[in-house]
Nanobody
Framework: QVQLVESGGGMVQAGGSLRLSCAAS????????MGWYRQVLGNQRELVAL???????HYGGAVKERFTISRDNAKNTVFLQMNSLKPEDTGVYLC???????????????WGKGTPVTVSS
């Protein structure tokens, strides 16, 4: 089992910035991909940003050039720097990790509980 704990959400005015963090913990695991999704009530989760095991990154179209994902592999932590925030960025931001675990074959997907972000106009 892997636990993901997000932090850094909050309220900000349009044009402002926030930095989200997500730390993974557990026993004998290795992270492949790690990223952020957001969900607005009643809608599906949408990809915000993804950091792959090969160090490549991928962003959802709505956040390109405004958000930056980074990763500290030594600390099993992923960050999301969000700049030039817009009201439509409002939602719950959820951390996601795809991992391998010692003693088990295959990949496992874990989700954090989410951190809320509210951007006012």
């Amino acid at each position: 089992q892997v636990q993901l704990v997000e932090s850094g959400g909050g309220m900000v005015q349009a044009g402002g910035s926030l930095r989200l963090s997500c730390a993974a913990s557990g026993k004998e695991f290795s992270i492949n991909d790690m990223g952020w999704y957001r969900q607005v009530l009643g809608n599906q989760r949408e990809l915000v940003a993804l950091s792959r095991s090969d160090s490549s990154t991928h962003y959802g179209g709505a956040v390109k050039e405004r958000f930056t994902i980074s990763r500290d592999n030594a600390k099993n932590t992923v960050f999301l720097q969000m700049n030039s925030l817009k009201p439509e960025d409002t939602g719950v931001y959820l951390c996601n990790a795809v991992v391998t675990e010692a003693g088990f074959s295959g990949l496992f997907t874990y989700w954090g509980k989410g951190t809320p972000v509210t951007v006012s106009s």
